[in-house]
Antibody, heavy 121, light 107 residues
Framework: QLQLQESGPELVKPSETLSLTCTVS??????????WDWIRQPPGKGLEWIGG???????YYNPSLNGRVSISVDTSKNQFSLKLSSVTAADTAVYYC?????????????WGQGTLVTVSS | DIQMTQSPSSVSASVGDRVTITCRAS??????LAWYQQKPGKAPKLLIH???SLQSGVPSRFSGSGSGTDFTLTISNLQSEDFATYYC?????????FGGGTTVEIK
């Protein structure tokens, strides 16, 4: 059974960089047909796709984040990571890592449990 | 970006009822639509992909339909465990976008 687990600081100061890592177990991040995504959800609000990465390193980002996002992959550790720079209180959210199936229609079939990241001084 | 609009934003229903949720895309997305269920404090769960294909392990009382810009999620014979928030997601192009959600509440 595939499992994803987010890790990283739960509190980040304004203007700093939010960094999270997702560890994948029960399957290889190098398997084809999948993107590895980050999705967030502000408290009490809806879901926002941040971006994703293919195991080869190709990345796709949400333009609404104005170039503040970087996603990388480490296939040797079966991990992928998120960096979001210049954070503000608006970036406070539960951050999910997820697997997006790309064969015949994109959909997220596995999710991490999510981690709440608060931006505050 | 493709905008996804869900309606209603909330619905009150009783166990055994039939509930229908609508999702409209701002442009045609063929059948590239997924539906998710989210319970409080939990990650979303994939219910339906490609507009009408039931994800493995999902009860058959959930069904999806539609193509182009208009889609529906129907829950037949609503069960107590179905009270949750439901989101649609367009799967046609990046950036992926979600609807605002529909909360199914107990009447």
């Amino acid at each position: 059974q595939l499992q994803l687990q987010e890790s990283g600081p739960e509190l980040v100061k304004p203007s700093e960089t939010l960094s999270l890592t997702c560890t994948v177990s029960g399957g290889s991040i190098s398997s084809g047909s999948y993107y590895w995504d980050w999705i967030r959800q502000p408290p009490g609000k809806g879901l926002e796709w941040i971006g994703g990465i293919y195991y080869s390193g190709s990345t796709y980002y949400n333009p609404s984040l104005n170039g503040r996002v970087s996603i990388s992959v480490d296939t040797s550790k079966n991990q992928f990571s998120l960096k979001l720079s210049s954070v503000t209180a608006a970036d406070t959210a539960v951050y999910y890592c997820a697997r997006q199936y790309s064969g015949g229609g994109l959909r997220v079939d596995y999710w991490g449990q999510g981690t709440l990241v608060t931006v505050s001084s | 970006d493709i905008q996804m609009t869900q309606s209603p934003s909330s619905v009150s229903a009783s166990v055994g009822d039939r509930v229908t949720i609508t999702c409209r895309a701002s442009q045609g997305i063929s059948s590239w639509l997924a539906w998710y269920q989210q319970k409080p404090g939990k990650a979303p769960k994939l219910l339906i992909h490609t507009a009408s294909s039931l994800q493995s392990g999902v009860p058959s009382r959930f069904s999806g339909s539609g193509s182009g810009t208009d889609f529906t999620l129907t829950i037949s014979n609503l069960q107590s465990e179905d009270f949750a928030t439901y989101y649609c997601q367009q799967a046609n192009s990046f950036p992926l976008t979600f609807g605002g959600g529909t909360t199914v509440e107990i009447k």
